[in-house]
């Protein structure tokens, strides 16, 4: 006897990241397939903008935008906020559990692509990649003398999946590693191949330190950077506040700094109002514009976890990364 198919119920899924589905990878696609209707929606998650299309949705694939409860209230039908990405400082998860509402993230993503980035950054800086290339489009093929990666010793703040892996890769250069993580042992960074130094020692003994420590609590400030040895280079991928920006470009000025590169400034996208951007800091500051995870395979691997997140409470069952209240 044939067993009758039982149908799916079509789910309504807002997606909000704008990289969502632009990989190798047709997750759209993927998700229409399973019988899904995906809309998107605005990045920067106005609920004046969103607020209509909250009323119809089950399931929202979010990007890095606020996700408050009055976001949630305007979402009746919401099982899961599905985040695009490791971070979930901007989404109120009391407010969510309260609704019955899971929130989900894809950690490990986009690890590999965010340490090449800090590498590829510390090279930047400490060879004056940048700069050079403005002398020479100015006619100026002056040399610039750099330094050698496995000359220094790197101070790595934050000794996550991001930080072990800078050290891994730093590992090929001959680089010495020191970090410091609150979350982890001295044994356990010993066993990674680094060695424990508290982050207060850190400028004033090592010649470059990489920040991958999540945000919520100045680290570099003025006291930090008094006790610099000359010739320390800063980079940081991780969030801007980790950083007090204006006695960080007057380290630069006064030389205790020789460079500075990040992938982030304290208001990103709000406008060129960072002292770090002044024209004569050029030749010693490098800036990208957020894109250190914005590699193919850390968008195909974030889309897929986000999708996995979200198939799973859709069907009933215990999403593969779910996010605790706390932590």
């Known amino acids: 006897m044939e067993l009758r198919q039982v149908p799916r119920l079509m789910a309504h899924i807002l997606a909000t990241s704008r990289s969502f589905s632009s990989g190798s990878r047709d997750l759209l696609g993927e998700l229409a397939a399973e019988g899904h209707q995906v809309t998107r929606g605005s990045s920067t998650h106005h609920l004046d903008e969103l607020g209509p299309q909250l009323a119809h949705i089950d399931a929202w694939i979010a990007g890095t935008g606020p996700i408050t409860a009055a976001h949630l209230d305007a979402a009746p039908r919401l099982k899961v906020v599905a985040r695009y990405g490791v971070g979930i400082d901007a989404v109120d998860r009391a407010a969510a559990a309260e609704r019955g509402i899971l929130v989900t993230n894809t950690p490990g993503a986009n690890s590999g692509a965010v340490a090449d980035h800090a590498v590829g950054l510390m090279l930047a800086v400490l060879r004056g990649t940048t700069e050079g290339d403005r002398r020479v489009r100015m006619g100026n093929w002056s040399v610039l003398r750099g330094r050698e990666l496995g000359s220094l010793t790197i101070g790595i703040v934050g000794f996550g999946r991001i930080g072990q892996g800078v050290a891994r890769r730093l590992s090929g250069f001959g680089s010495r590693i020191v970090a410091h993580d609150p979350w982890l042992g001295d044994d356990a960074i010993r066993a990674a191949d680094a060695q424990p130094l508290d982050v207060a020692e850190m400028p004033a003994r090592c010649d470059l330190v990489s920040l991958h420590a999540p945000g919520g609590a100045v680290i570099v400030d003025s006291g930090w950077l008094a006790s610099a040895r000359r010739g320390l280079v800063l980079v940081n991928t991780a969030r801007p506040d980790l950083i007090d ?40 500051v490098v800036i990208t514009p957020h894109f250190g995870a914005q590699t193919v395979e850390a968008v195909d691997a974030m889309g897929s976890m986000a999708v996995s997140n979200v198939l799973a409470v859709l069907a009933g069952a215990t999403p593969p990364f779910p996010v605790p209240l706390e932590g």
């Open 245 to 284: 920006e204006g006695p960080l470009a007057a380290a630069l000025r006064d030389g205790r700094l020789a460079g500075f590169a990040a992938d982030t400034l304290a208001g990103d996208t709000a406008g060129l109002t960072s002292p770090l951007l002044a024209d004569d800091l050029a030749d010693r």
